[in-house]
Structure formats: C-alpha cells, structure tokens
C-alpha cells in the first residue's frame, strides 16, 4: 500500500460512497484540481459541472484510478480507487469511450462482462442488447459501428456488472432522443451512487438530483437541484445561474 492509499482509507469516516478530501492535481505547470473537496452520499445522484478545462474529466480519472493525486485524500466506499475493492463496485463510461475495435459488439460485452465476474452472463448481455437495441448488430466490428452506438456499447460495458458506484462523463453524447431516454431509465433503475460529469444543463438536471460547481479546479457550490434553482433572479435561466456561481458574481 502506497502513502496515498493509507492516508485515502484513514480518511474515510463512513458516510460518503464518493469522497476527495483537499485533492491537488497539476499536469506539470497546469494545475487542475486546487484544493478539492467533495463527498457525495451513498445512493445519491450529483452533476459535477462546470467549463471546459474545470477539472471534471481529472477528478473521474482520478476517482476511477487511472490518474494520482499529488496531494489530498481519495476513497470509493472506503478504499483507494486503485484498490481491487473499489474497482468491483466501479463503473466508469469516459468521455469519447473507446471499446474494442476489433472485437464484435457481444465480444466486447463477454470479455468485460468475464473480467466483472457478472453471474449469468449471456442473460445480461442479451438484455443490455435489448435496452439499448444493439441486438442487430451484435456480430458486427466495433470498428464499422456508428458513433452513436459505440456509444450505446460503452453505456452497457459500464453498466453490464451492476456497479454499486458509476461515473459518467457527458454520458448522453452521440445518442439520439429515444436512446437518451433508454439510459435515463437504466440509470433510474440502478441503486446506485452517480456521478456525472457534464457542462450541459439540461443534461445535469434528467440525470441527477444534486449538483456540485467547479471552476478553475475548486469546488465553488454544491446543493440540491432545487437550492440551485431557487438562486435564479426572475425570468434568469438556470445556465445564468450556474455562470453566476463559477464567475463568483453571485
């Protein structure tokens, strides 16, 4: 166990599936992530939103394990997320997912679905094809796909073994309208904690309850949809609201 993951699972005090304590992460003289601080409630659904370049896509890769922190503590339901038991309860779609090219559509499924130890495999793989009409084109080369439905596939890839934790980033791009809905439904449906990284509104507001803001990599507000709605001056949109709040003009 490395310095960081000890100090990540000393850190945790039991009531959040998802927790960043003072979290820094700079890539060499580019910091984005200064001082983070989130903790998001166990079977609870929050946006993480904000700008390009704000530090949402690092703080997934960060929570998911494929990056380190160079300061701050971080844990999934009490462990490192580099830990074996964090990465059982993960599920983690990034953005511009990227499955197997060479692979088919059901291989994709059967290998990730074999690696997640998921029970009664071809069951749930032949309903995710279902949910998310990927049945015609099981056989097919995930490199000859459309981009919607590689996108479609890289939903089921991490939703397949049921995680107890997902992380999405812009997990409705590419998809079109009766798509979008298949996943809001699916995510409904999984008690699960979700995390969503997202810089479109309308997008933030179908999938979650919560939100939490983020601006040059620090966390400026963090509430309920409804507390975020309620700071709107009359006839200001929600969009208005949220650039209020990462501009500090409000």
Known sequence: MTVLESQTVG?????????LEGVRKAYGSTVALDGLSIEIPAGEKFALIGPNGAGKSTTLKLLVGLLRQDAGTISIMGHPPTSMEAKKMLGYLPEDASPYATLSVRENLEYVGALRGVEQLRDRIDKMLSELTLAEYERSKVGKLS????????????LIHQPRVVLLDEPLNYLDIPT?????????????????????????????D?????ARGRK?????????????QPSESIESVVVRLMTGAG
Not at 11 to 19: E, F
Not at 180 to 208: G, K, P, W, Y
Not at 210 to 214: D, F, L, P, T
Request: aromatic share 2%; net charge positive.
């Open 210 to 214: 919560g939100a939490i803001v983020i």
């Open 180 to 208: 979008q809905e298949r996943v809001v439904q699916m995510l409904d449906r999984l008690n699960a904690t979700i995390l969503v990284s997202t810089h479109i509104m309308s997008i933030a507001e179908r999938l979650t």
């Open 147 to 158: 981009r919607g439905n590689r996108q479609k596939l890289a939903v089921a890839l991490a």
């Open 11 to 19: 850190a945790y005090s039991g009531s959040g599936s998802i927790l």
């Open 220 to 232: 400026v507000w963090s509430g309920s949809m409804g507390e975020l709605q309620a700071q709107a």
